[in-house]
């Protein structure tokens, strides 16, 4: 089992960024994988980045060449860099990590507005 917990999200005005983290309570580096998604106001949660044990990393449409993921497996931390926010990136973002199973962080809340 993992614990996951998030920080490092806030309020940031449009074109500016953040840094988000997820810190694992166990190492991540036999994790097949881990992942950021978000979910804003009445939609659904989506993937937004995700990156394999191998370091290969995958992110969504609406993100590429604006936010990276990025792996510390000496901190046992996952790291979403978000640059050139948008008010449409404003969301709760959460942590996942898949191994064995699959398991969730609380979230952290990133509102984007000036």
């Known amino acids: 089992q993992v614990q996951l917990v998030e920080s490092g999200g806030g309020l940031v005005q449009p074109g500016g960024s953040l840094r988000p983290s997820c810190s694992a309570s166990r190492s991540i580096f036999t994790l097949n994988a881990m992942a950021w998604y978000r979910q804003a106001p009445g939609k659904q949660r989506e993937l937004v980045a995700s990156i394999n044990s191998g370091g290969s990393t995958n992110s969504a449409d609406s993100v590429k060449g604006r936010f990276t993921i990025s792996r510390d497996n000496a901190k046992n931390t996952v790291y979403l860099q978000m640059n050139s926010l948008k008010p449409e990136d404003t969301a709760v973002y959460y942590c996942?990590?898949?191994?064995?199973?699959?398991?969730w962080g609380q979230g952290t809340q990133v509102t984007v507005s000036s």
């Open positions: 996942k990590a898949i191994g064995n199973g699959s398991y």
